[in-house]
């Protein structure tokens, strides 16, 4: 079955460092893949779509990669900030002609100490 | 107001009864998705809408959920005879393409006694 796995313990880094999340999956061909932060209480918030033929995407300090043959894609943050603390979701969207629907990891909480 | 709303924010009932939960996209998108978040856990698909297609309900968990967008717009999730394992936070998401980024409401959080 198709399976989406980020890290599933709390990631805490220093403020300034650069903080790197994983998303890997299994049994699955996406067409792209979408990155969302998401705080306590809220609904997530759109941050990155990287397509299948890309293979990195920056948009500030964040930087997405994504590798089809090794079926993972890895979220950056430079120069992390307290503020950058939340659950980091990835997400999957697939080829196809009548679904938009996107599988979502379990997400990966970051905690930013200053 | 330019975001997705949901209400309620918040909803308890008893097991057994009927719940509508209410999404109004953002005005012009075509595309709207509803997801289930339980608590821990990340995002479940339940349905999505595109324009007068036929919506895609392959992830509605069972035949107690429905869900029906009127006019192009605005969008009601139903859930007949609710269960305790039915207790998450029902979330609402709209796009202007399929593809493109979703834009999530707030949530509603439902909690079945």
């Known amino acids: 079955s198709q399976k989406i796995e980020q890290n599933s313990e709390a990631l805490n880094i220093q403020e300034g460092k650069t903080a790197t999340l994983t998303c890997n999956y299994t049994?699955?061909?996406?067409?792209?893949l979408q990155w969302y932060r998401q705080d306590p209480g809220r609904g997530p918030v759109f941050l990155l779509l990287i397509r299948e033929n890309e293979k990195e995407k920056r948009k500030e300090r964040l930087k997405v990669t994504f590798d089809t043959t090794l079926k993972q894609s890895l979220f950056h943050i430079t120069a992390s900030q307290p503020a950058d603390s939340a659950t980091y979701l990835c997400a999957l969207g697939k080829r196809s002609s009548n679904t938009g629907k996107l599988i979502f990891g379990q997400g990966t909480t970051l905690q930013v100490k200053p | 107001g330019a975001g997705v709303s949901q209400s309620p924010s918040n909803k308890v009932t008893e097991k057994g009864k009927d719940v509508e939960l209410r999404c109004d996209p953002i005005s012009g998108h075509t595309a709207l998705y509803w997801y289930r978040q339980s608590l821990g856990q990340g995002l479940e698909f339940l349905i999505y809408?595109?324009?007068?297609?036929?919506?895609?309900k392959s992830g509605l968990p069972s035949d107690r959920f429905s869900a029906e967008r009127t006019g192009g717009s605005v969008s009601t999730l139903t859930i007949q005879r609710t269960q305790q394992e039915d207790s998450a936070v029902y979330l609402c998401?709209?796009?202007?393409?399929?593809?493109?980024?979703?834009?999530f409401g707030p949530g509603t959080r439902l909690t079945v006694l």
């Open positions: 049994n699955y061909s996406p067409a792209y």
């Open positions: 809408f595109q324009g007068n297609s036929a919506p895609d």
């Open positions: 998401a709209s796009s202007s393409l399929r593809g493109n980024e979703q834009f």
